[in-house]
């Protein structure tokens, strides 16, 4: 393997975490290369045991103990990845933009990794660490004390730092989407952060999978504007149009 072949597989190994299995093909269009480098690339990856290649497709290798954020990321993915890929498609070279933590907003950050010279601000250190090797993108992480969980921050320092950015989109998560209530959180610190997020943002982007339809959660998100849009993959179900009514609805096929 060349030296230039050796820099694709760091984002090899991401797209196998991330999507649970890929194909050859499917690797060789998401960096922009040919089928036959991919698999010079897999080959020795497989050989040291950091995925398994089978016929047809290269698979991630389970870990025992795995973080609950990872376990997070392999639910629902192929719904993730089509979402990450429509919410990509709305983001231009050059965007500013916030991110927040969450297993979709993950798989938003790998698919923006395509994207040239970003102005990132997260909580994240998924999505910071995803984001920052990139030429040309400028990303700062907002905070100083990581959750052991996920390694997101939510203390003083990350909400300062959030405050001192104006961006064109926050991209922004949701662990339901309850038809009276709207977009809702489990923990207070999150939903402070997503309204800290929108409020310094000229557009807030909400990316949800079809899982969290009817789903209710404690904490409401008050934090959408008219013209907001909401991302997900499959027509939200019937008695939603009221709190998604003043929403511009992409869904990702």
Do not use: W
């Amino acid at each position: 393997m060349t030296r230039f072949e050796q820099r694709y597989e760091q984002d090899v190994l991401n797209a196998v975490s991330l999507r649970g299995s890929v194909t050859v093909e499917e690797l060789a269009a998401l960096l922009g290369v040919s089928g036959q480098t991919v698999r010079r690339v897999v080959r020795p990856m497989a050989e040291r045991g950091e995925l398994t290649k089978v016929h047809g497709a290269i698979l991630a290798v389970e870990k025992a103990g795995e973080p609950p954020f990872l376990a997070r990321m392999n639910l629902n993915h192929r719904a993730k990845v089509a979402i990450a890929t429509a919410v990509a498609g709305l983001i231009a070279d050059g965007d500013s933009l916030a991110l927040d933590v969450g297993s979709t907003t993950g798989f938003i950050a790998q698919a923006l990794r395509q994207h040239r010279n970003l102005n990132v601000v997260t909580n994240s250190s998924f999505i910071a660490t995803s984001l920052a090797t990139i030429p040309g993108n400028r990303v700062h992480m907002a905070g100083v004390e990581l959750r052991n969980h996920d390694g997101a921050a939510f203390d003083r320092r990350a909400f300062e730092t959030v405050r001192g950015f104006r961006v064109r989109y926050a991209v922004l998560s949701a662990s339901a989407v309850h038809p009276t209530h709207g977009f809702m959180v489990h923990d207070h610190c999150e939903a402070e952060m997503s309204g800290t997020m929108a409020s310094v943002a000229d557009t807030r982007i909400v990316a949800v999978d079809h899982s969290k339809f009817g789903r209710s959660a404690l904490l409401t998100l008050p934090i959408l504007q008219p013209g907001d849009i909401l991302v997900t993959d499959a027509k939200p179900p019937r008695g939603f149009s009221r709190v998604l009514k003043d929403l511009t609805v992409h869904v990702a096929l």
